[in-house]
Each structure stands twice: as C-alpha cells, then as structure tokens.
T-cell receptor, first 117, second 112 residues
Framework: DADVTQTPRNRITKTGKRIMLECSQT?????MYWYRQDPGLGLRLIYY???????NKGEISDGYSVSRQAQAKFSLSLESAIPNQTALYFC????????????????FGPGTRLTVL | GENVEQHPSTLSVQEGDSAVIKCTYS??????FPWYKQELGKGPQLIID?????GEKKDQRIAVTLNKTAKHFSLHITETQPEDSAVYFC???????????FGKGTTLSVSS
C-alpha cells in the first residue's frame, strides 16, 4: 500500500556493516511494527511501538534496534549485520479502535529485501 | 506466550473448487483473528478478520469460522480463481496492548 512506504526496497551488505531500514506512513496511525519474514517461518515480530514514547521488544529483537522519530516514522537498525539476518523485512501500522474496544488491523508496507554476505 | 499453528503449508486446487486453511492457537485469551493474503513481491494484505464474539463471518467468496472451545479458526474460499493464488497467513492476538502472532503461512495454488 502506498500509505506505508519502506526504503530501501532491496539492499545487499556485508557482515559487520551497520544498516538502517526506514518506514514512513501517511495513514496517521499511532502504532507501528517491524517484522521479518523467512521462508517457511512466516512473519515474526521484531519490535513494535504504540506511540512515539513507547517501544517494545517482539519475539526476535536480539541484534536489532529501533527508533521512532515521529508518529509517521519508524526505523529498524542492524548495528552489525550477520548473514542469518538475511530476510524480507516488513513494516506495518495500525490504529486502535475506540477506547475500550479490542484489537486493531495492521497494514503492511511493500517490504525490504536484505541480503547480508 | 501465544503460538499459532497453520495447516496445510501448501494447497493445490482446481479453479472452481473450494479451499480450506486451518489454524489453531494456544492462548485462550486471544480474541482477534485476522487472515492476510500475500501476493508475490508484495506485503501481506488483510482479507478478512473475526473477533471472539462471532462464530462466522462472510465476505463474498471468503468466509472465516471460529471455534473458541477448540481454539481453532479456518479460512474458506469458494469458487477459487487463479488470482486467489498467493500465500495466506492466519494470526491471533489478545486485546489492544499486544501484537499479532502469525502462523507460518499456506501457499495456495489455483490451476485453471
């Protein structure tokens, strides 16, 4: 969806390099997420943020860090990339339903294909 | 924590046939169950979802059923078409404050 953009779309890097993946959204959503997708493993949550001051670890946060620069921007960093971080990375956003209601729907960006040599 | 199992991992059907994908979840507190479709080279897109206060939901050729007692939910696609070919993911989560846990995906192939 054009409402959620990710840059770069493809990146090849070398072991030990620092890499930043960026996500921007124009949907006005407070919540943003980073997932990685590996063949046969589905989507696994790395980090999520429910507002600018809120950052939470997901199930596979080791080796990654994030920064929520603004409501519309959420960046994922690999401080020292390693080959097993080769994967497809997705950013997603969501907007909670009115206060007191249950969970919200997530909207995904087009993904960044990262290869670490 | 929550664990979501999805079956089958691959599914091949003839155009016009029905397709069923099944998921089970472990956390009885989960109450939101979306289904996403991912086409080649694109991010997942929500196609239908169901909340725990509903047993079934339909949207044209797509339906989702939920059995809270057995902790499983299913996606049903009727009159399949070649453009239904994609990877489908189920997911589950609790109330607002936690994130989605996804199944490993099902690759659906519809041949004409």
């Amino acid at each position: 969806d054009a409402d959620v953009t990710q840059t770069p779309r493809n990146r090849i890097t070398k072991t030990g390099k620092r890499i930043m993946l960026e996500c921007s959204q124009t949907k006005g959503h407070d919540r943003m997420y980073w997932y990685r997708q590996d063949p046969g493993l589905g989507l696994r949550l790395i980090y999520y943020s429910f507002d600018v001051k809120d950052i939470n670890k997901g199930e596979i946060s080791d080796g990654y860090s994030v920064s929520r620069q603004a409501q519309a921007k959420f960046s994922l960093s690999l401080e020292s990339a390693i080959p097993n971080q080769t994967a497809l990375y997705f950013c997603a956003t969501s907007d909670p339903r009115p206060r007191g209601a249950s969970t919200d729907t997530q909207y995904f960006g087009p993904g960044t294909r990262l290869t670490v040599l | 924590g929550e664990n979501v199992e999805q079956h089958p991992s691959t599914l091949s059907v003839q155009e016009g046939d029905s397709a069923v994908i099944k998921c089970t979840y472990s956390d009885s507190a989960s109450n939101y169950f979306p289904w996403y479709k991912q086409e080649l080279g694109k991010g997942p897109q929500l196609i239908i979802d169901i909340r725990s206060n509903v047993g079934e939901k339909k949207d044209q050729r797509i339906a989702v059923t939920l059995n809270k007692t057995a902790k499983h939910f299913s996606l049903h696609i009727t009159e399949t078409q070649p453009e239904d070919s994609a990877v489908y993911f189920c997911a589950a989560s609790r109330q607002a404050g936690t994130a989605l846990i996804f199944g490993k995906g099902t690759t659906l192939s519809v041949s004409s």
